[in-house]
């Protein structure tokens, strides 16, 4: 009885053993499934954006978190976080790595299994598995982007280095691959660039670059770069499309460009529920062509975000010809800056192998690429068209470009054909770049000067420079000045010998705004000059411009001197030779055929009432802009000339005044509510010269007619 007892109770015994480990295995089976299997294909839980049924993709975001006052935009300090969200996951967003640091612009890994960011501080690269193991270093530089070469699986890093003078520029740009870091090969060492944003086409031979020359398209296999336009955080499109996208000034709006045509459409991205019409920043293109990333609202300026900034993932239209579709990623009480989307790359490379297109160097002379003049360009020394061109001077010897950008100084700005407007103040070619071209123009024994000049139509009987080049190591000063209706040229240092007040000869007379094209030519014998590609005849006169201590090379007016010029000028060309008449009456032809499609931008006068103001910007709230317009609301109470649609008593306007330039806030930049104006009115959309500038908008309706007031 008691064995019998024993042994049922045995067997029960050994049966609930048995049971007991068939349990216990079926939970760890059941761990390791859930381990290891996929996640589902939607597991977002309630109060999660669902960004797959957005994207139709497995989709991971990647930024960093603002742990202090949600100002550090550009992710400079040791307060912030590295974020990631998921969107098969379920767990929103989360920190990649637990510790607040020094994490900056992040990038996700070309398989979405792995992030990079760099370490502003030591110049280290660093790589983390997307669950935040194996963290370590990889490389030196600052991440600018990743590219998968599809033919070999291979991914790779692309890294700026040598930093210019300002903290995001670098001089060179570099690849290296994930499985072999320790070997890097020079991608870009053309110009330098900004690291907001270089990124690259599928195919990766081109990549968007934001240079000190203007933004465009790089083709890396030859170190050449085509300039699309002035503005900020370029973009290039994901696929082969070659779609170029440049942040205008309003941090509103992107310039999308067609490649080759340059043809230009201005598409909102800042119309997203939360954003309501504020600033965006920190805008960059997925891996698919149809979605971007954007951080905002930034209601008061670049710098006024604060912890209210959140990601926005936006959905173009299939032509990318606007936002069809947004979608808010994050909600925290943290500033969320430098987002970086990942699409699976199924759908990512369904987008791309859709979009293929030859992209080749354009060499016509519209806004924005190479001009077709000069038509020989032998012997320049330096060349600036207009600011929309690429005033690119390849070197006859050493077959390199160099690339002239001037500084706009005091209260010079540009007209709306891209042209210097000195406005009283000046523009003034970099300083090292200037004694570079004035030390090649002493070594030369004959030089010419080459210019566009429009003087303006209010001032009949001005006295002022020009164009000044002034060497002081070799005390020589070249100069055009406008005395009275007179164009002068004025000659100072081993030419004059020892006459203190130098040579001067009259060219000829100038027609208040009418375009004059001047060359002006000197040769071991004689000084020659022509005059609309006709020769003129010089007249030796007295002058009472004497040597200026000022050194480099200026249009509208020298630092020291007190004789602003009123005008346009453009086309203006220095060569390290002669120029006949043959090759004068060429440029000047050339030059007819851009002035003859020009047309004056319809205007209005108005008598309007400021019923809503922007607040009035600091100068570092703009920087790194030197200058600022900003928005107001008017009503129209009178219109006192022209006339248009949008334009009559009663109707409600937006209207841009300059309130900054070169860094100095004007008088009269502030304006009250319920003060009257007087302003003569042109359509934003008619003055592209402000597209990259600064604009201020922080007022209730954003959708009102846009107008810029002319002589602010």
Request: proline content about 5%; charged content about 20%; hydrophobic content about 35%.
């Amino acid at each position: 009885m008691l064995l019998k007892t024993f042994l049922l109770t045995g067997r029960c015994f050994s049966f609930s053993l048995f049971i007991m480990g068939m349990l216990i295995v079926g939970v760890l089976l059941t761990a390791c499934a859930e381990e290891h299997a996929p996640p589902p294909d939607n597991a977002v839980e309630a109060g999660l954006p669902d960004v797959k049924g957005f994207t139709g993709a497995h989709t991971r975001i990647v930024w960093v978190q603002d742990m202090g006052d949600g100002e550090d935009f550009y992710g400079q300090g040791d307060h912030l976080r590295l974020m990631g969200f998921d969107s098969q996951d379920g767990q929103g967003e989360r920190p990649i790595l637990p510790d607040i640091g020094h994490y900056a612009k992040p990038v996700i890994s070309p398989k979405g299994d792995q992030v990079l960011f760099s370490d502003r501080n030591t110049g280290k690269i660093f790589i983390v598995n997307w669950d935040g193991s194996n963290l370590r270093e990889i490389g030196q530089g600052r991440t600018l982007t990743t590219w998968m070469d599809r033919s070999s699986d291979r991914e790779w890093v692309y890294a700026g280095r040598n930093q210019g003078q300002k903290e995001r520029e670098h001089g060179l740009v570099v690849r290296f691959s994930l499985d072999d870091p320790e070997h890097a090969e020079t991608v870009w060492d053309s110009t330098y660039v900004n690291e907001n944003n270089f990124l690259l086409s599928a195919d990766g031979t081109h990549a968007s670059v934001n240079t000190p020359h203007g933004m465009g398209i790089a083709d890396l296999s030859t170190g050449q770069w085509e300039k699309y336009g002035e503005g900020c955080w370029t973009n290039l499109a994901p696929d082969n499309s070659y779609l170029l996208w440049i942040f205008e000034g309003s941090h509103r709006k992107a310039s999308i460009f067609e490649p080759q045509t340059h043809e230009r459409r201005s598409v909102a991205v800042n119309g997203a529920p939360g954003i309501d019409g504020h600033r965006v920043f920190h805008p960059r293109w997925s891996n698919h062509r149809q979605f971007f990333a954007v951080t905002g609202p930034f209601r008061e300026g670049i710098r006024g975000g604060g912890q209210d900034v959140e990601i926005y993932l936006g959905r173009f239209n299939a032509d990318i010809t606007e936002v069809e579709d947004w979608l808010r990623i994050t909600h925290n009480d943290h500033a969320d800056f430098y987002p970086d989307v990942w699409i699976a790359p199924d759908l990512a490379e369904a987008s791309t192998s859709s979009q293929q297109k030859t992209l080749q160097a354009s060499n016509d002379s519209a806004r924005g690429r190479r001009s077709s003049w000069p038509e020989n360009q032998q012997g320049l020394l330096f060349l600036w068209d207009n600011r929309g061109a690429q005033n690119e001077v390849v070197s006859d010897k050493s077959g390199k470009s160099r690339f002239f950008t001037l500084e706009a100084k005091g209260l010079a700005r540009y007209g709306r054909f891209l042209e210097m407007i000195p406005q009283g103040g000046y523009f003034a070619l970099e300083q090292t770049v200037a004694q570079d071209v004035l030390t090649d123009l002493a070594k030369a024994s004959s030089w010419s000067l080459e210019a566009l000049i429009t003087p303006d139509t209010s001032q009949l009987n001005q006295f002022g420079i020009i164009a000044a080049l002034v060497n002081a190591q070799t005390d020589h000063l070249i100069s055009l000045v406008q005395d009275g209706s007179d164009l002068v040229l004025h000659l100072h240092g081993p030419d004059a010998q020892d006459d203190r007040e130098g040579k001067a000869f009259a060219l000829g007379q100038m027609q208040p705004g009418q375009a004059l094209h001047v060359l002006v030519s000197f040769g071991k014998d004689a000084v020659s000059a022509y005059l609309n590609g006709v020769s003129a005849e010089k007249t030796q006169v007295t002058t009472n411009l004497r040597k200026t201590q000022d050194n480099g090379v200026f249009f509208g007016n020298t630092p020291s001197t007190r004789m602003p010029w009123q005008g346009g000028l453009e086309s203006v060309a220095i060569y390290s030779r002669e120029v006949g008449a043959a090759e004068a009456l060429r440029n000047y032809t050339s030059l007819q055929s851009k002035l003859a499609h020009r047309q004056k931008a319809p205007e209005v006068v108005v008598q309007a009432r400021l019923t809503e103001s922007t607040p009035l910007p600091s100068v570092e709230r703009i920087a790194p802009y030197r200058r600022a317009l900003a928005t107001n609301i008017y009503v129209i109470e009178n219109v006192l000339q022209g006339e248009m649609p949008e334009i009559s008593p009663g109707n409600s306007i937006l209207a841009a005044h300059w309130v900054i330039m070169d860094e100095q806030i004007l008088p009269g930049a502030s304006r009250s509510e319920g003060q009257a104006f007087t302003m003569r009115l042109q359509r934003m959309e008619d003055r592209p010269e402000l597209e990259g500038e600064w604009l201020g908008m922080d007022v209730s309706d954003v959708l009102l007619p846009l107008f810029y007031d002319v002589e602010s």
